[in-house]
Structure formats: C-alpha cells, structure tokens
C-alpha cells in the first residue's frame, strides 16, 4: 500500500525565549498574507505567551479544545491549529480567491458551476478542496519532467480510493522518463500501455465539479502545474459520453441526452460508411422510393459514391481544422465561405449530390455531441476506418469493422480497469479480478 | 465474473445455428420425425449440458487442458488436448466457410470467396489472441445490442399474415416416425455453445451454482428457437415448398417488407446481425482452440526478439488453413461435412465429457487421499 502522508499539511513553530507555539495549517487552502499579520507578526510583538493566548481566543471564529474530528475537519475547510501547552485553538483562515479563476471554455454545462480549473496547480487544488471538504482527501506531490520538474498532484479520497489503481498510477508516474510534461494531455498519452494509441484511456477535464465528483467515486486524480486539467484515473467507454449537466438534470432528460449522444456517436461513425455500402452495394435494402430518390439526386455525379464521400468528409475536416486555428474575428468567414461553397456551389456544380450534403452536416453536427474533446476526436478519426471497410466490403465490411472496433474497445484497459464492459451487476472494484 | 456471461456462451451459438445448417438439415426430415428429434435432441444437448457444466464447476477457474495436465499422463494430455483443440477448430472453420458463402451469396456476390473470408478473418485474428475475459465482454456487448433486434425479426415472423398455422401443424402429424441420428444431432449441436467452458471456465473462478429453474429455461429457450427454426420457414413457404430451399430461414426473412421506415427488406439486417452473432461464436471455438493449442505447444527456442513464436504460428496456421479450405469446398460439399460433423461432434463431446468425468474422480481421490 502506498503511503498515506498528506503533504499538503504544514506545521510552523513559532519560538521565543523558551515557549513554542505550533500552527497547523493546510497550505493550499490558507491565506499566506494573513498568517502573517494574525500570528507571526502579533506573536512577536505581543511578547507575553498568556496575552498572546487570550488574542488567540478573541479572533473571529476561534473554537478552543475542538475534539480531533472537529480539528481535522477545521483543517480540511482552511483553518489554522494553534497548539501551546496542550491548548488547541482553531481559527478559520480561508484564502479568498478573487483572481486567475476563469469560466469554463472547452466543457460547458448549461446550469452548473461556472469556472474551470486555472493554470495554478495552488489555485486547482483550493478550488477542488472548497467543493470537497472532507480531511480524508489526501495529496501527493510529485515531480516530473526530467528537465522542467513541474509539481504533480495525486489527489484522492483515502477511505473510497482502489489502492490497486493509486499504486498503478504512482508507479506509471514512476517511469515516465519525459524531459518535459506540459500538460495532463501530454501526461495521459504517456501511461497508455501501447506506443500508438486512437482511444483516450483517461477523461481529462477542466471542471472542479467533474472532479470532485470522480473523487467522491475513488477515482485518482493527477493535476500537473501549469495546466487547467485534470486527468482521471481509471476511466471508462461510458465516461466519455457523461456531461456535467447529467446530473443536474431530472432523470428522464438526462437520459434523453444521454440517448442523444449515443445516437450522434452511431451517425457520426455509420453513416458515410453506410452511404457508400448502400449505393455502391445494396441499394435494394432501402425502400424503392427512397433507392430512387437517391439515385436521381446522383445522377449528374460523374464518379463512384466513395470519391464524393472522401471529398466532402475532407472538405467538412478542412473548414473545421481552419475555423480552430484562426482568431475569432477571421473564422466567421471561414465558416460563410466554406459553408456557401459546400452546401450550394459543390451541388449545383454536380461534384457531390444533394443528400450528401446533407450527409455531411449530419455527421459534422453529430460528431460535436461527444462531451468530451478525447473521445470526439477519436470517433472522428475512427469513422475513416469505418468507411475504408465500406468501401471495401459494403455493408457486411461496415458490419465487421463494427465488431472489429468493439473487439478493440474491449481489448484496452484503463489503469487496470477493462475500458469496455457492460456493467450490470455493480462492483466497485473490479480491478482484483482483471 | 458474473454467471450472465455463461448463459451468453449458450445464447451465441443457438442462434447463429438459426441460420445455418441445422434448419435445413431439421426441414429435410419434416415428415419423418423432426418434432421428435428437436425433443429427443433436446434431451440429449441438455443432459451434456448439465453434466458438463456442474462438472466443470468443481473445479473453479480451472481450463480443461490444464486439468488434464493436472491429472492424466502427460501422454493422454498432450494427445487430448490437441485432438479437442483440433475438434473445436473444425467447428469453427466449418461455421466459418458456411458464413463466408452466406455473405458472399446473400449481400455481396461480386465479391470472391477469398477475398470474403479475409474479411471476416479480421475480428477473429484479434480477437483469438485476447485475453478469455475480454472475449466474454465483447461478446456480451454484441449480444445484447443484437438479440433484441433479432427478436423483434422473429416476433414480425410469428404476427406476418403469410404464416399459415395449418402447415405448421404438419409436421406435429407425423410424430410417430422416427428421425435418423443425422437430426438428432444436428438438434442437440445447437446446445454445445457450453462446451467453450473448456476454456472459459478460467474466468468463472467463483463457483457458478446455475439454479433448475435456469436449466429449464435453457431448455424451454433451446426448444423455442429450434421450433422456430423449423416451422417458421415451413409455415411460411409451405411443406412441399420449403424443401427445395437451401437457406430455409434466409429466404423467410427476405420474405417480411417493414412498411414505415428508411429500409424495406428485413433480409439484409437480418443477415448482417446473424453474421455478427456467428462471428462471436467462430471465435468462442477458435479462442478455446488457439488457447488450447498455445498450452500444449511450447517450443521455447522458437523466439524471436524475446517473443515466443508459437502463438503467432498458430494464428498463421489458422489462417492459412481457412484460405486453403475455401478454395477446395464448394455449397454442397460444406453442407454434407457439416451434416456429418454434427453427427461426429456428440460422440466426440461426449467422449470428452467422460474424460472430464475421470478427471474429476481422481481429483477427488486425490483430495480424499
């Protein structure tokens, strides 16, 4: 087992002529500034240890002789323990924090907590620790980068956390022989087992809540300073297609929106292979009308299916690649020029037909359902794949890719835990069996 | 592991047997004795059944090889396990080549034998070599997004207006005749999905404790679906007609439109879940198969940059076999092995069992001693 030591606790002595006063605090959730001026300064100009004591007990909020839950709770919520002779005091110290902290930009929620996690590994943790404030959350301070030698935070609950992933992680971090880790992103594609990797095996996040709620379930989390997010370990398929907001709705929308993810990941991945299986291979599967819709939207394309999807898909990745990079102001016209020339120029000009159009806002739309950048990106590359099979194969290829794709899912593991699996019969810790 | 992942070992391969062989082989006896033989067959599948599994479960998270290992020469062992391993690779192959000419008949006919069978050769060259665990989980995944869908082509097939009672009470008249031992088997092979416990039995490492009542499902779900299997396609095509059908259920679903929808012809659903769902099953028997093959064989100077080599000399074997056997087969050949294999496959499962009996006396003597 892992040791248990919480770094995060200081203890400060206090000495003149003999006496000791000792305060106890927690670095990152204390004001500095304050510490100063309430304690240090006052102990040195008050110079008489029992008016020093009697100061102590006239400040705001002091509890004298907390019992050791109320004091470990104290300190958990940012207050300071100041111990002389046996006498504990307790006064709360709380940093308030007015700057750096911004709203969240990549993982928006419509009604939950607003701000994301700061580039200061100091501000993140007070910013997780005021949402949980419980004493058994426990961090671990490593370093990394073999040149940078950024600070990395392990962060968990001691009571709920797998000790089987807490040591996995310890030990990963362990090896990883970077000269320099920049971001948790950098970080998650280093634990991964394998050199080459699609699927991201660990939810990286900017929300406080996200976090603490995954703390809450004794999952592990790893902040690097410098970056606003976290890495969550062990992390599952099904995590990936969670929103924040899940839980904020009542039960039935959420699970419409989660049906709705669900739904946008399959059109997204299905559906430009299943136009090229369908017209290329099997037309008759679709309804005649349909079938003949379809072919009379084609009529004037010049070239086979697979050629007007790869053009279109490429034309849909560029104008999203471009609108990314450029600054705001400029990507507005990305966007008007590319859709003009996509939606009716590509058309009129039969280069591509209608429904292919169509098509391709589809899966553009749908593919920007998936909550969490990782996955998205992925699942668009993956329908690349998808579509090769189609082209290939028609649909019993798109069939087999599909199978193909899940034998893969299944075959991956996220710090131990199986990355894809149905989870019927709830067991918190199935790591031991794996 | 969970028991669930049991009963989806028997699940596969009762339905993948839907589609392939054994309709045909069941309506090719229809007036002579073939509700006889689904029940006689029945039997027979659930007595293995049961035995095998409440044997196996004695010995928790055990494989068959290594039991053998365990407690036979290392002669018998060896020998054993090649010859089961060779058996539960036929299985698939056969299944393999039955598919492969399915797919190419049914959805793409420009397409070439072997250029088909490379195809769905993929999934199952990953998916041998994976761990037993993660095989179980892909495949409970896969069944459960595919046999509802299935059900729901069944229960269209039960409420279609061209299902005529009558002719499905045909067969019930001729109960009295007695089915040859072809039917039979070919009845009680579609139990044999349980066999694959041979290897799987590793990841049940509590004991499993399968309750009656669950036995009698299995049961009660087998008879179903052998029935539906049979009739169905006799109601719908009628007893004179569905005779000269080679893909008896095939046909029957292309025989279904779905009104209100994007597609109209049930068939190409229909066949691309059944192919999906054989696939689960190939590569339950080519697991058990390149499992066992890997444990007997061991050749550690066969290495390449520190890897044993073995495995991947097996897959390759696999591989080249299959490839090498599409070429020399054609339909009715296929269908005449698979006939005879399910008549091969009971004594041979059956001998396996008794093996496994033995096994389990001297474990027990072992433990008594």
Sequence with gaps: MHQQKNEDIIKQELKMNGTVVTLTYMRSMIDSNKLQTLFVKPFFEIKDIHIFHEYIHSLMGAKSNPTDDERNDGLAGGSVAVSFNQNVTLIPLKKDRVDIVKESSVEKTIQGPRFAFTEDLTANLNLVRNRYQNPHLTMDIKV????SHMDVAILYDKTVVNPAVLDLVVEKLKKIKEPVVETTEKLQNLFSDRSMTIFPVAVITERPDRVVYNIAQGKVI????????????PSVFWDFFTSMDDFYQPYWISQFFRFLRYTGLLIGLLIPALYVGIVSYNPELLKTELALSIAASRQAVPYPSYVEVLFMLLMMELLVEASIRLPRSISSTTTTVGGLILGQAATQASLVSTIMIIIVSAVAISNFCIPLNHMSMAM???KYVLLVFGIFYGLVGIMIGLLLLIFYLTSLSSFGEPYLKIYIQKKPNEIKEV | MGNRYYYYLIAGTMT???VAFVPRILINSRTDGMIVAIIIGTIIGMVLLYTYTTLMDQFPGKTYAELLDLYTPKWFS??????TASIWFMSGLLFLLGFTFIARQFINPETSLSWMLGLLLIPLVFGMAMDSKRVLYATEIILLAILPLLLVIFIKAYTSDELDYTTMKIPLMHI???????????AGYTYDGVMNLAQFN????????????????????????????SLVPIGINGIDGVGSLKYPWIVTADSFRIEFGFFERILFPFLLLLIAVAIIVILHHWHVSYRFFVFTLHFPRLKYKGKEMMPYLILVSFITISFIAIQKVDEPFIYMIEKWWFAIVQPAVTLHIIVLLYVYWRAKRCRDV
């Design chain 1, 222 to 233: 790893v902040m690097i300073d410098g970056s606003p997010f976290a890495l969550i370990a």
């Design chain 2, 202 to 229: 590793k990841v049940f490492t509590r004991k499993r404790q399968i309750k009656y009542t669950m036995y009698i499902a299995i049961a009660a779900v087998g008879i179903t679906n052998l029935l539906t299997a």
């Design chain 1, 144 to 147: 990394l980068g073999e040149r």
């Design chain 2, 176 to 186: 009295g005749s007695m089915p040859t031992y072809f039917v039979i088997a070919a």
């Design chain 1, 380 to 382: 668009r590359v993956m």
């Design chain 2, 78 to 83: 060896i020998g054993f396990t090649l010859i």
């Design chain 2, 16 to 18: 993948a047997n839907v």
